[in-house]
């Protein structure tokens, strides 16, 4: 079968081998064939070569961590030929730590967990792939062409359960949410914050394109501009691009008992001049909360599913820009200017 691979840590190594071998049988009970994988940020470095690592004994890793197929086979009965499902990426770790032990493996606190695509597990980016039925999150039919959203959207429905668990410490009234970076985490989180019945603005570079609309297509307003020149203060930020001005711009601009989630990563290397005695008195003295966040567990996949069940089917499918076929694979890995999904098609 076909399958996109990389040589970890090997720069430019993408190739589509033609003879994969099928999944072994210990990699899950539910035999699954591949619709289509999304392409993000992490695929690109990981073909950059900095970072990822093969399954124990290969030399070689199937990347594709966003997934969406059918079921072809599931011998415990737990889902049915036919199902649309994806397969959840991160794995507990084999110790496990306190964390991984009841079903919180974004919480792993020794890293020791793999991930399908990226750490020590093939990825979703061949013909057929296998899982355990408790990794395999089943999705509604009306999400076949747009159910491959689903991974990143469970990385913002992590964003909102922790950033509403924090706000909850106190009488918490949020009305205005921030999010920082139009890029498709940008736009989920933007997507579920209205879903909450919040005023939602979002911040971008991008002057023309996709993104304004897409915003506007929320009922959310858009905006070009610095951070600091924003007239109002958030309730809650999502900050999504990792640029370090912005990440520190919106710890300031965070209104009083706001709340700011990390969800991008910095590249670092970077250093800027910053007043760190004002950004921490302004943090102390108005009670503002600043967290990271990555990934999430199957309480965030399931709680995505139904957030894209609910979504406008055709603003979902404006996400996706591009939907390249498997055998032009190496045109999906390649960004354009425009693009804010791609999609690798394997089957229809």
């Not at 994988?37 to 093969?54: F, L, P, R, S």
């Not at 909850?168 to 139009?182: F, M, N, S």
């Not at 993104?211 to 959310?220: F, I, N, S, Y």
Request: hydrophobic residues 40%; glycine residues 10%.
């Amino acid at each position: 079968m076909r399958a996109v691979t990389v040589k970890p840590g090997q720069a430019n190594s993408l190739s589509l081998v033609e003879d994969q071998p099928e999944p072994a049988s210990e990699e899950g009970a539910v035999l699954v064939e591949a619709l289509a994988v999304g392409i993000c940020g992490t695929d690109h470095e990981i073909i950059a070569g900095d970072y990822g690592e093969a399954p124990p004994g290969a030399d070689r890793l199937v990347i594709g961590h966003e997934s969406l197929g059918r079921v072809l086979d599931d011998p415990t009965g737990t889902l049915q030929p036919g199902d649309l499902v994806a397969g959840i990426v991160r794995h507990p770790d084999p110790v496990p730590c306190p964390n991984c032990a009841v079903g919180e493996w974004d919480m792993c606190r020794n890293g020791r967990y793999t991930e399908h695509g990226i750490k020590a597990l093939p990825g979703f980016a061949r013909d057929r792939w296998r899982i355990e039925p408790e990794f395999a999150v089943k999705l509604d039919p009306a999400l076949a062409q747009v159910g491959v959203l689903l991974e990143p959207t469970s990385v913002v429905a992590k964003a909102w359960d922790h950033i509403e668990r924090i706000g909850h410490r106190a009488e918490w009234q949020p009305q205005t949410v921030l999010v920082t970076g139009a890029g498709p985490i940008g736009l989920l989180a933007a997507l579920l914050g209205a879903q909450r019945g919040l005023t939602v603005h979002v911040l971008d570079r991008a002057t023309d394109g996709p993104k304004p609309e897409l915003v506007a297509g929320l009922g959310a307003t858009y905006h070009a501009v610095p951070v600091n020149d924003l007239p109002f203060e958030p309730d809650v930020v999502i900050e999504c691009t990792g640029a370090p001005t912005v990440v520190l711009d919106v710890m300031c601009k965070a209104a009083p008992n706001g709340i700011v989630c990390l969800a991008g990563v910095s590249s670092g290397g970077r250093s800027i001049d910053f007043d760190a005695g004002a950004l921490n008195r302004a943090l102390v003295l108005e009670n503002n909360v600043v967290f990271g966040s990555v990934n999430a567990n199957r309480r965030h996949w399931n709680m995505a599913a139904q957030a894209l069940t609910r979504a406008d089917q055709v603003w979902l499918s404006s996400l996706i820009t591009r939907r390249v076929p498997v055998n032009r694979y190496a045109d999906a890995y390649t960004a354009g200017p425009d693009d804010i999904k791609v999609v690798l098609e394997f089957a229809s």
